[in-house]
Structures are given as structure tokens and as C-alpha cells.
């Protein structure tokens, strides 16, 4: 049997001031960044700017996936082939969604004369029935109808929550992301997307 020292008690009394000081920075370690997810449908929401796009870097195409029309057509971002896209993920459900479909609407009427298209790909599972209610609520009249009610296409492409918009170039590949709303009728907005989609 040793007999205690000053210096081992020493010791583990610092080993124990170690332990605490690492378990205490641990739990002080900044929260992993807020994704958009859906939430109530009252609270207020901030749109941002294009400046929060996240470039795809390199430039690749998204993964293949079928979403469908109005009708029950099945699609594919490659039969709009030579166009830019911007790929809307959303839901009638979803707030920050809600709070960003007027700009987004906005955006269509400004840039389908450049060869950009606006999809905005509903995740409602109430189909196109749900989407057409909410857009005639809200007087939304200048976008189609586009619906991904399983969420295949945006667990294809890697969406972690809604909003998510994925900015599609003229070759098809995806040259960036946006996550949470977004002010799409922003001057700044408007003009910077002919340039990224080129």
C-alpha cells in the first residue's frame, strides 16, 4: 500500500480541474448553424439576400430525380435542357416558404423573358389540389404548379430542410444552393442570376 503524498493528491486534483475545464468547453461549443426548417406559420420571418447562395464548387449536375406537373406528369430537370432554373423546394406548410412566394413569383415575371424558369416543387402530399388553394389565397398566378409529395427529388439533391432553392445553369449543373427565405425580388437578386446561370 502507498501512502498518499502531497504531490499525488496534487496531481489528481489537477486532473480533475482538466477533466471539468474540457467538459465545460464541450458544452460551450457553438451550436451547429440553423438550417431552414418548417415552423408555425405565424411567426415572423427575414428574408435574406443572394448573397447567402453557397457555390457549388465545382459546378456538377444534380442527381437524377423525378418530380411531376399539375396533371401527373413525370419530369426531370433535363427536359429543361439549355434553360437556367431555380429550383424551389417548399411547402404550403412551411413559413419562411410561405413568407418568400410573393418575391419568388415576383422573380418569375422578371427573368422567364431570359430564358430562366422558376420551379417551385411542392413537398405538399395533398397534391396539386393543396398547391392550387394556396396559390389562389395568396394570389400567387405567375408560377406553375411542380410537386415532389414524397420528398424523392429534394432527398435526391440533398436538401436539408425548406426553403431550399438550387440554382440550375444552362448545361444543368448546379452552381448553387440557398437554405432558408430569400428575397428574390431584390434588384441585386435579379440581376445576379443571368450571371450564374450564364
Not at 42 to 60: H, K, M, W
Not at 121 to 142: E, N, P, T, W
Request: hydrophobic content about 45%.
Amino acid at each position: 500500500m502507498h501512502p498518499t503524498t502531497r504531490r499525488g493528491m496534487l496531481a489528481a486534483a489537477g486532473a480533475l480541474a482538466a477533466g471539468t475545464l474540457a467538459a465545460v468547453t464541450l458544452l460551450r461549443k457553438p451550436p451547429a448553424p440553423e438550417i431552414a426548417t418548417p415552423i408555425a406559420t405565424g411567426e415572423n420571418v427575414r428574408l435574406q439576400a443572394i448573397s447567402a447562395l453557397v457555390p457549388t464548387d465545382p459546378p456538377r449536375p444534380p442527381a437524377d430525380a423525378e418530380f411531376t406537373d399539375a396533371g401527373g406528369a413525370a419530369h426531370r430537370l433535363a427536359d429543361f435542357a439549355g434553360k437556367g432554373l431555380v429550383v424551389n423546394l417548399w411547402a404550403t406548410w412551411c413559413a419562411p416558404c410561405v413568407a418568400e412566394m410573393p418575391a419568388l413569383q415576383e422573380l418569375a415575371r422578371k427573368i422567364t423573358a431570359q430564358g430562366i424558369l422558376v420551379l417551385p416543387l411542392s413537398s405538399d402530399r395533398g397534391g396539386a389540389k393543396v398547391v392550387q388553394q394556396f396559390y389562389d389565397a395568396h394570389g400567387i398566378d405567375a408560377l406553375p404548379i411542380w410537386l415532389d409529395p414524397k420528398g424523392e427529388a429534394a432527398r435526391a439533391w440533398g436538401a436539408r430542410g425548406l426553403p431550399t432553392t438550387l440554382i440550375i445553369d444552362r448545361q444543368g449543373r448546379e452552381v448553387g444552393r440557398l437554405e432558408g427565405a430569400v428575397d428574390w425580388a431584390a434588384e441585386a437578386t435579379v440581376a445576379e442570376l443571368p450571371r450564374l446561370v450564364g
